[in-house]
């Protein structure tokens, strides 16, 4: 009789490694206690520089422990992924050390650099990483970045004295879906069931703000949920016969307005994105050794002056122009994008068509290389008759670093608009006063400024000398197109605010906000960091002069009536979103419409500002929830972009109508 053999007993839960070594239940516990204790100090250690405060982070570790929690969840599963799938505690333990280092790390320095925390977009558009490896490629960062893959080499290496059990690869697979769920419910907070668990544990899912997010969520978390952002929520009343009644609607509004003509001497339109351009005598705890703006000073005093919020966050300039070339918010983007290298298609609308058809040749002049930000492609598709970047300009063009200075973009666009023949629209994007602001920028530098903090004063100083430039950009300009027997009109504004650490404590010790940290500040305060002044000159001002005579014909007096050649904004706000310049511009040089740019200039009469959730209406009213009134008019504007970014374009057929 035949004997069966009995196959051996398959270990379900762990494989021995072989020889010697830990217990079961040892190895049990060393991998448990690994998955909860190095979490738990990921969480802390990366809130901790995010922050750059530990005092802080203990406080918020007491008011939102739960939030805590889930920060640390989410690093778990970043560990058990890497755990099961290297299959060796030691191995995974370094490889999530590495990982949890360089992304915190690159925060870190990201938020110094260019006030913007790491987000999930900076891995599908580097550039701005990139652009940061100077000032983290330092002797202290190396050091940091030696210990770190020290640590992890020592962890490996010490793999052969532990002779942990080995899990088995049924087990490895279930734990690394495990954790990847964890992940992914990071990522996706607003799913059923997810977002009710978020909720309860105290994760806001309402803030828009970066910084803040990352202040509240905690750095991983915000991290990830980075991701959720990708997806854009279709408007509920979007439908082809909403944007039908808007088209109609916008008829009906108009059909008494005197229909305009473009006038046979349509003025030249300029308009100047000067990056970091701003008043630093705001800073009243500061005293600088000269005004680097004199040009601007006399501007402001004359009335040539308002402000914008612009949108830009980091160096990402390239938002600004968004919003300025098709009067379309990146509000409605998802939060950290790059429109031009994510959303920009020839298909989105642009002013550009708007104004050739009225006889206007285009042009787009950059400092920069012609690639950054993708602009060779991108101008080219929105239909730019010419671009010229650094590779255009002669040699004996001056320049600064690696770009083409003020100066010799002033000399440009004065050049180009005395040579036009037609009408011309000329967009410039400056690159001189950008980081890095190292003390050797500008060898004759000479500018001071006392009662600033030591370790803010030389690049600060090196600002000033740079920003002095800008405004010899402005003064040239503003001089040169004076005398041109054309009529011009020119907007020439800031990008943003500058940055000189992460935390604002340049702006906070110089007496303009209330504190050092972006959630300490009120809603105000945030709307303040975000505003650029704008200037709007123009060179059709002139002197009249208006005299009075008595009955007898003698000059009793004689008044000097000075008519400004400016924009005026649609709303009693000084202040407006940058995505209303655009048409306000084309109002001001008395050109016709179409119907979509009529429909923006609509809310612009009711609505100065909408920004990160924060919502301005014309009478400079502040908003942390759309206000009833505003509603509708929010909704058609939402609409609107996304009809012209992610729907069905049903507007096109309504944007080259003029009512």
Known sequence: MATRQRRPRRKFIVVQDGGPGISKGLSIAIYCGALIVFPILATFLSQALHNGSFSYTLDWLRSSTWVFVVNAVIFSGMMVIAVSASGNLNIGTAIFTLVTFLLTYISYFKLR????????????????????????????????????????????????????????????????IAGLLVVLMGCFPSLPGVSNAMNAMGVDQSITSQDLRYESNGFILSFFMGCQDAFIEIPGKY????????????????????????????????????????????????????????????????????????????????NLEYELLTGLSMEYLPAGSVAYQQYMTPSVPTILDMLEDFGYRTVAITAEASNVWGRDEIYEGMGFDLYLSLEDFPDSASRVGDVVSDEALADMILQILSDAEQPTFVFVVTGENTLPYSKDKYSDNDF?????????????????????????????????????????????????????????????????????????????????????????WGNGTYIETEELFDEEGNLVSSTEIIHKDTAQFMCQNDTVSAWLLPEIMIDWAELPMYGMYKQIWRRGEVLSIIYEGIIVDDEGRFFSETPTDLEASIESYRILNYDAVFGYRYLKRYLYEIP
Request: aromatic letters at 10%; proline letters at 6%; hydrophobic letters at 40%.
């Open 239 to 318: 439908t082809e016969a909403r944007i039908d009644a808007m088209g109609t609607q916008i008829k009906q509004l108009t059909s008494q307005d005197e229909k305009k003509e473009v006038p046979q001497d349509a003025a030249h339109l300029v308009m100047v994105i000067n990056q970091n351009f701003w008043d630093p005598n705001v800073l009243t705890n500061y005293e600088h050794s000269r005004n680097p703006i004199p040009n601007y000073t006399d501007l402001v005093q004359q009335g040539y002056v308002k402000n914008i919020v612009s949108p830009v966050n980091g160096t990402k300039v390239c």
């Open 113 to 176: 650099a260019v006030d913007e925390p790491l987000l999930v977009w900076d891995f599908l558009t580097p550039r701005e990483l990139f652009s940061m490896l100077p000032s983290i490629i330092n002797p202290k960062s190396i050091i940091l970045v030696v210990l770190c893959v020290v640590f992890c080499i020592g962890v490996i290496a010490a793999a052969p004295l532990t002779r942990l059990y080995r899990i088995s690869i049924i087990n490895r697979i279930c734990a690394f």
């Open 448 to 536: 001071v400024t006392l009662n600033i903090q030591v370790e803010w004063s030389d690049a600060y100083n090196t600002y000033l000398q740079g920003l002095e430039h800008a405004d010899n950009m402005l003064g040239k300009l503003t001089q040169g197109m004076e005398e041109l027997d054309y009529p011009a009109k020119m907007c020439f504004m800031g990008s943003r605010l500058p940055t000189f650490d992460g935390f604002y404590g340049l702006y906070y010790h110089g007496g303009l906000i209330s504190g050092a940290h972006s959630y300490q500040w009120t809603m105000e305060e945030t709307l303040l960091m975000h505003t650029v002044p704008v200037v709007v």
